[in-house]
């Protein structure tokens, strides 16, 4: 057991359980800060403060009264600065904060990609004073183009620039409301096939990638994942690359890399973060016997944890999002009775009574759960039938 080594977990979403229940089962000490005071994952946690992770110098504060020895998250984009700055704050090992800023920063990331050859879209920076320069943009580029804050993330803020004069100067207005810098990039919109290419690089040498298939909304919130995903040896071997090529502009550790691919199967990188995305967890844990969690508190302690994975090996797995109707109210109590062969686990992101919302952003979303099999087909199967019972039995 190593309840000796005080870990303390940025964060107590619903999307963080991966980490603390990893914890957990290594034992560790675990600590906790997030802002809202009825953070779910509070529970899991051996001690807890309501305290903004934003708020570095009082994070620094609770870390250093309670002896902590590594600082660790899962999930956070924009917050990986502050988390950065937490562990630089504490003398603890830590990413360099000029990588970390320009991988949660579009408009640094790109120039820098640019300069290195990665494969990525046209794109242009903007800032709110050239509204018109974006509108004369429009109507002179024959091909879409799309409008995003070069400094947000969870899909807010993003939409193609297309119809009336209105719609688009109304996309523009969202974009530039989302930003904090009130700067947007706005880029070729490749038409394509959406994927992850889920990146750890672990040293100069060594690295994991996973490719995963993406389907997502009008408004592109993703709603499902999927993987193995193949495009053929030569395609996947291109992916892989770029995928490489583009994390190792910003460091060693996880990446959460999405591009998409052309139908001639060019791949094109449109952004990444220094982070493990929840949505890529399970499904490399199943498909790749790879834990990235496991693999960030070994970074963030720099000692070998071992633990004992008991999964079934599969050889396909799905994460699928719920979508219910807007307007339905949420009630969890049906949850623990679908859990089933072949569910790996269902995740509630809302508390009962939660009335659903379109999803127009990633935090519209209530529901996930991870189905696995040996082949899509099956999967697909398992997919459909779960998710239609979770409409039935927990939303009314």
Request: net charge neutral; hydrophobic share 40%.
């Amino acid at each position: 057991m190593n309840r000796s080594k005080r870990l303390l977990i940025i964060g107590a979403s619903a999307y963080q359980h991966y980490i603390y229940r990893t914890a957990k089962d290594l034992g560790l000490k675990i600590y906790s800060v997030d802002a809202n005071a009825k953070a779910p994952m509070f529970s899991l946690a051996d001690a807890f403060n309501a305290l903004d992770f934003s708020d570095t110098d009082s994070v620094t504060r609770y870390a250093i009264k309670n002896k902590i020895n590594a600082v660790a998250t899962i999930n956070l984009d924009q917050g990986m600065q502050a988390v950065t700055k937490i562990q630089q704050n504490l003398g603890l090992k830590h990413l360099d904060m000029d990588l970390v800023i320009g991988s949660t920063r579009k408009d640094i990331m790109r120039q820098v990609w640019k300069e290195k050859g990665v494969s990525q879209p046209n794109f242009w920076i903007f800032s709110e004073k050239d509204e018109k320069k974006i509108i004369e943009l429009v109507q002179n580029f024959s091909n879409g183009l799309i409008i995003k804050p070069v400094d947000n993330a969870a899909k807010r803020g993003i939409s193609l620039l297309q119809g009336s004069r209105e719609e688009i100067e109304n996309s523009i207005h969202q974009a530039f409301k989302a930003s904090k810098l009130k700067k947007v990039i706005v880029e070729e919109f490749i038409q394509g096939t959406l994927i992850f290419a889920a990146t750890y690089i672990l040293n100069k040498y060594a690295y994991i990638v996973t490719i995963i298939i993406q389907e997502y909304t009008d408004n592109f919130v993703q709603t499902k994942f999927s993987a193995p995903h193949s495009f053929g040896l030569a395609i996947d071997s291109k992916i892989i690359n770029e995928a490489i090529l583009a994390a190792n502009c910003f460091g060693w550790g996880p990446f959460h890399t999405e591009m998409i691919i052309s139908p001639k199967g060019t791949p094109y990188v449109l952004e990444t973060s220094p982070r493990v995305s929840y949505a890529t967890i399970s499904l490399s844990r199943i498909i790749e016997r790879f834990d990235p969690v496991l693999q960030i508190l070994k970074d963030a302690f720099d000692e070998d944890f071992e633990m004992q994975h008991n999964e079934e090996k599969y050889s396909y797995a799905t994460l699928k999002h719920v979508v219910p109707v807007p307007g339905s109210v949420f009630n969890s109590k049906s949850i623990d009775v679908l859990k089933k062969e072949n569910i790996y686990e269902i995740v509630s992101l809302v508390e009962d009574g939660h009335k659903v919302k379109c999803f127009t952003t990633n935090e519209d979303r209530v529901v996930y759960f991870t189905a696995v099999g040996n082949d899509s087909t099956h999967v697909e199967k398992i997919c459909s039938a779960t998710e239609a019972q979770i409409l039935k039995y927990c939303f009314a």
